[in-house]
């Protein structure tokens, strides 16, 4: 199974500023087709999760511009440039190259 | 708009069956992928299981491979998870999810508690 990892477990981020998650996966998450399944959700307490970014850097419908995604092979990384009051949560990373499908641990960022 | 909208959970012995159903609108339901995740109380997300829609492939984690299974009508927008022989570390929110080699669209979810 690959081992979805995530740092850091909490961010705590002030207003305005910037905030960084990183996910490591215990192998290469590129597919036989060329792709790399990696995405990232957001779970808002008392939410269900919502996707934010697919296949790595593509950003889901309805998703604001401050989130980024990036990364390749193994390493990759979800950016807000600038955190709003509205992005409180825990963000998880998953890979859909093989099964069983697996998810990070979670980050949870709040605010400072 | 896509919907998705689960039931079916509640409070059942150890050992005991619980089907959850999940009805689906706001898309072409049959062309769709379909699966169901789990979120254990202040847990974090965990992969059930995936029908894969054209060749009807289903994929289940190991942990629940033999006691749940998956299913879908697409006559009736209706995507199924019977579980069967349940145990307390099934107690979760069962989230349906719309699966493209990642989850785009996740319903609210329902509640199933395993406990005597």
């Known amino acids: 199974d690959i081992v979805m990892t995530q740092t850091p477990l909490s961010s705590p981020v002030t207003l305005g500023q910037p905030a960084s998650i990183s996910c490591r996966s215990s192998?290469?998450?590129?597919?036989?087709?060329?792709?790399?399944?990696l995405s990232w959700l957001q779970q808002r307490p008392g939410q269900p999760p919502r996707l934010l970014i697919y296949?790595?850097?593509n950003r889901f419908s309805g998703v604001p511009d401050r989130f980024s995604g990036s990364g390749a092979g193994t390493d990759f990384t979800l950016k807000i440039s600038r955190v709003e009051a509205d992005d409180v949560g825990v963000y998880y990373c998953m890979q859909g190259t093989q099964f069983p499908l697996t998810f990070g641990g979670g980050t949870k960022v709040e605010i400072k | 708009e896509v919907q998705l909208l689960e039931s079916g959970g509640g409070l059942v012995q150890p050992g005991g069956s619980l089907r959850l159903s999940c009805a689906a609108s706001g898309f072409t339901f049959s062309s769709y992928a379909m699966g169901w995740v789990r979120q254990a109380p202040g847990k974090g997300l965990e992969w059930v299981s995936v029908f894969i829609g054209g060749g009807g492939s289903t994929y289940y984690t190991d942990s629940v491979r033999g006691r749940f299974t998956i299913s879908r009508d697409n006559s009736k927008n209706m995507l199924y998870l019977q579980m069967n022989s349940l145990r307390a570390e099934d107690t979760a929110v069962y989230y349906c999810?719309?699966?493209?080699?990642?989850?785009?669209?996740w319903g609210q979810g329902t509640l199933v508690t395993v406990s005597s």
């Open positions: 296949k790595i850097s």
């Open positions: 192998q290469s998450l590129v597919n036989s087709d060329g792709n790399t399944y």
């Open positions: 999810a719309k699966y493209n080699r990642h989850f785009d669209d």
